[in-house]
């Protein structure tokens, strides 16, 4: 059911990027113990270029402690899964990803951090970019690094916590955040990281963030929400 739409609407990078889907499902009453679970799906052109394992750790980024979770996936073609259990539920858990050539040479990372809710579906969007870093164009479009959302099933008149980030290949330019949904509100549009109260209907609603360079370039990413 999940989707992504990224399309810089000028000057995208010449290095191709991969998009990894993290379904992370936390367990525990009030986030302290283990027993969340993770499934990840990554697909891309890059996934076939010479790329044959991932390396996913998942550790205590900005919430409670706990051992980091690592797990390696082989490739096949252009596409890869695996699933990965024993998440602790908790705030800002981070997720790093790193894919190797067969000589065990890095070949592309990413890293994004997502809140895990107890019982609750987390969904994130992740872009990994070619070492040792993509091309930088005069005027480059920005690039989302991750998308994120605490959970992508919501009460009717609940609050899901959406996160993102973003860079420009350009260094000089700054990067703006404007969020949108087809239905629902947010504390404040223009911050990475919002709160994102559903309405008091039931129904899909489609949430996306655009990050734009202030010269007329820009890219969007979006994903559903669920209202019941």
């Not at 992370?24 to 679970?37: H, S």
């Not at 990994?128 to 930088?136: K, M, Q, R, T």
């Not at 509100?185 to 990475?192: E, G």
Request: proline share 6%.
């Amino acid at each position: 059911m999940w989707q992504s739409n990224v399309t810089p609407r000028r000057c995208s990078l010449t290095l191709a990027g991969i998009v990894l889907l993290v379904l992370a499902l936390g367990a525990g009453c009030g986030g302290t113990e283990r027993g969340g679970a993770a499934r990840l799906a990554i697909s891309g052109a890059a996934l076939s270029a010479g790329l044959t394992k991932m390396v996913v750790t998942i550790s205590r980024g900005s919430g409670p402690d706990f051992a980091p979770l690592v797990e390696t996936l082989s490739t096949a073609g252009t596409n890869g899964s695996a699933f990965i259990s024993g998440i602790q539920a908790g705030t800002g858990r981070q997720f790093d990803v790193v894919g190797y050539d067969s000589s065990g040479q890095p070949l592309c990372s990413g890293s994004a951090q997502s809140d895990i809710v107890p019982g609750a579906m987390a969904t994130v969007f992740l872009v990994l970019e070619p070492a040792p870093g993509p091309v930088i164009q005069q005027y480059a479009a920005p690039v989302i690094d991750f998308l994120s959302a605490s959970q992508t099933l919501v009460a009717r008149g609940g609050t899901a916590t959406l996160g993102a980030s973003a860079h420009d290949p350009d260094a000089a330019d700054t990067v703006s955040y404007q969020w949108a949904a087809t239905c629902g509100t947010f504390d404040d549009a223009r911050k990475p990281a919002v709160a994102w109260t559903a309405p008091n209907a039931a129904g899909s609603c489609q949430v996306s963030l655009t990050a734009a360079d202030g010269r007329g370039a820009s890219v969007q990413a979006s994903l559903p929400i669920e209202v019941f």
